[in-house]
């Protein structure tokens, strides 16, 4: 079964910056794409960004031109980078990755933008 291991959240001033890290248990050449969601309190569970194969990205709307979703594949690493971050970028950021075998998720890590 592989694993996903979220890292690189944590508390960040408004206007700051963070680099997400997905680790995978095997070659992200597996997957067939893979992305990032977030879930705010009191609201549900939002796709923020996505790579598939051949490295096409989407993204929502609310990050377009702030965030960046890349791979890594000699580490068997995603990275979503987060720039000129906002109080509304708070959640629990997931990552995700869908194979032939199913979807698999990372246990989630905490960004909250402060001041």
């Known amino acids: 079964q592989v694993q996903l291991v979220e890292s690189g959240g944590g508390l960040v001033q408004p206007g700051g910056s963070l680099r997400l890290s997905c680790a995978a248990s095997r070659t992200i050449f597996s997957f067939y794409d893979m992305g990032w969601y977030r879930q705010a309190p009191g609201k549900q569970r939002e796709l923020v960004a996505l790579i598939s194969s051949g490295g096409s990205t989407n993204y929502a709307d609310s990050v377009k031109g702030r965030f960046t979703i890349s791979g890594e594949y000699s580490k068997n690493t995603v990275y979503l980078q987060m720039n000129s971050l906002k109080p509304e970028d708070t959640a629990v950021y997931y990552c995700?990755?869908?194979?032939?075998?199913?979807?698999?998720w990372g246990q989630g890590t905490q960004v909250t933008v402060s001041s």
């Open positions: 995700n990755g869908r194979s032939r075998i199913g979807t698999a």
